[in-house]
């Protein structure tokens, strides 16, 4: 199967069929948005650019042939499948004519699908549409990747450059980051994306196992070992390995892994011949590798070998410019999955949103928002959010302030909150109006 990135926009108010086409569709690595109607279809078709649209005919309010002429009307490149459980002539001949690619019948099979999809995507002069390529101005996602910031632009670039050969990837980045996404990025946005992608967490595997796990091992080589078996590293061959919390692996790990660097091969446990294998590896951590080589417990040389190429992600709150984009992802994902829309906020909240500094990144950005699309009925407003956001004050890390500074402006707050009245102000503060004018001075 090709590698496809494109948007594929199904609508039908079947949650069962949405999910079955969403499968389907998502083990091909397409990218799926599902509307359970027509008026969250126009919405997203409105907000996001959409290379194919697969609509069932017959909907409660709004039906699918309203929709296929609002999208020949506004959208007139964008090709057209129909899935319909009532196939009937005259609504054949009406589908048709409003230039509906093809017409699959409910139940389909898969491959009937997939033919369908093949003879749909295609553009208006009958070419195969490709895959998007990634430049300065991308307007969508990369692959799961949202933002548009300066610094995750960066790291698409870095992607770009590596996802097509095999060179060893060290990723940096705080906790909830995004390291996992972006390796997983590299390797499904490259050409060897069709070989295996293993995520291997080093710090979740006991010590003894990890060895055995990652390079196998033979019968007899430890107690309970009563076959042979192959380890991560060899089911892995041809694609990639991805090492999380590398900074967890054993010494004894870390020389084995120097050896497959190195000599693009693996021993296993209880062995001595070596079995060549073909594997990138993607390491990632949050510790301080640096720290751990001084104390001995990292080996500097495995450290220069796995830093060939690095990617360092920044926290959150030094790429504020993503939080809305993120923002919108997961209300919708969380909108479509738990209320069957797609939610709004309100500035007030998002403002809440932009000044957060987000010790937990992503992760903590993405918990948040399902929490409030739970939480509320259509809009997410400022009371749907956790009380200890509301109280955070806007200071990024690089614009840390005296206190002096902070004092001053929150007594020019309260002031203009009084109407410039000092005895009032002077009551709020608890403080004297002498005082007041003193700070104000300094
Ligand atoms: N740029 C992004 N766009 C969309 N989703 C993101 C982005 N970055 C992170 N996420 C999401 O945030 C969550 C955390 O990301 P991920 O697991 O990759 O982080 P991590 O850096 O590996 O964290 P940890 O160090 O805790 O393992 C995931 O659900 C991921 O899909
Ligand atoms: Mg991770």
């Keep these: 199967m090709q590698l496809r990135k494109e948007n594929i926009l199904i609508v039908d108010d079947d949650v069962n069929i949405l999910e079955l086409l969403q499968r389907h569709l998502q083990s091909w690595n397409y990218h799926v948005f599902k509307a359970i109607s027509v008026k969250e279809a126009v919405t997203i078709l409105r907000d996001t650019q959409i290379d194919l649209l697969i609509t069932d005919l017959k909907m409660p309010e709004v039906d699918g042939f309203e929709l296929i002429k609002f ?6 490149k964008l090709p057209k499948l129909v899935v319909t459980g009532y196939p009937s002539v005259q609504g054949s001949l009406e589908a048709i004519k409003s230039g509906v690619v093809d017409y699959l019948t409910k139940p389909f099979t898969k491959d009937e699908l997939k033919s369908a999809l093949d003879k749909s995507l295609v553009d208006s002069e009958g070419k195969a ?34 996802k097509d050969n095999k060179a060893t990837v060290f990723i940096k980045g705080e906790s909830g980051t995004g390291k996992e996404l972006v390796a997983r990025a590299i390797h499904y946005q490259g050409k060897f994306s069709r070989a295996p992608f293993i995520a291997v967490n080093c710090g979740g595997i006991p010590e003894n196992l990890l060895e055995a796990e990652l390079f196998g091992y033979v019968k007899g080589a430890f107690t309970g070992a009563e076959t042979n078996r192959e380890g991560f590293f060899q089911a892995a061959n041809g694609g990639t390995i991805f090492l999380d919390e590398i900074g967890n692996a ?3 790990v870390q020389s084995r892994l120097l ?15 070596a079995e060549k294998v073909d594997v990138r590896i993607i390491a990632a951590t949050n510790s301080d590798l640096q720290d751990m080589i001084q104390k001995q417990t990292f080996r500097e040389d495995l450290y220069y070998r796995l830093t060939v190429v690095e990617i360092h992600i920044a926290p959150l709150r030094e790429r504020k410019d993503d939080i809305a984009l993120l923002v919108d992802k997961f209300l919708f994902k969380y909108g479509i999955e738990y209320k069957d829309r797609f939610l709004k906020i309100t500035p007030e909240a998002l403002d809440i949103l932009n000044r957060y500094n987000w010790p937990g990144n992503i992760r903590e950005l993405e918990n948040i ?12 407003d400022v009371e749907h959010l956790p009380d200890h956001l509301k109280h955070t004050i806007a200071f990024s890390a690089d614009a840390l302030v005296p206190l002096k500074v902070v004092e001053k402006q929150y007594i020019e707050k309260v002031l203009r909150a009084t109407g410039n009245n000092k005895t009032k102000a002077a009551e709020i503060l608890q403080i004297d109006r002498k005082t007041i004018r003193q700070k104000l001075a300094d």
């Design 71 to 76: 999208v020949s009307e506004h959208y007139p």
């Design 129 to 162: 549409i490709q895959p998007k390529n990634t430049s300065d101005h991308r307007t969508e996602p990369y692959g799961e990747i949202i933002g548009n910031s300066e610094k995750i632009n960066d790291v698409i670039q870095v992607i770009e450059r590596v």
């Design 250 to 252: 054993s010494l004894t």
């Design 259 to 273: 050896r497959v660097l190195q000599e693009k091969e693996v021993v296993r446990v209880g062995s001595t011949k």
């Design 369 to 380: 928002v399902q929490r409030a699309v739970i939480m509320c009925d259509k809009v997410v």
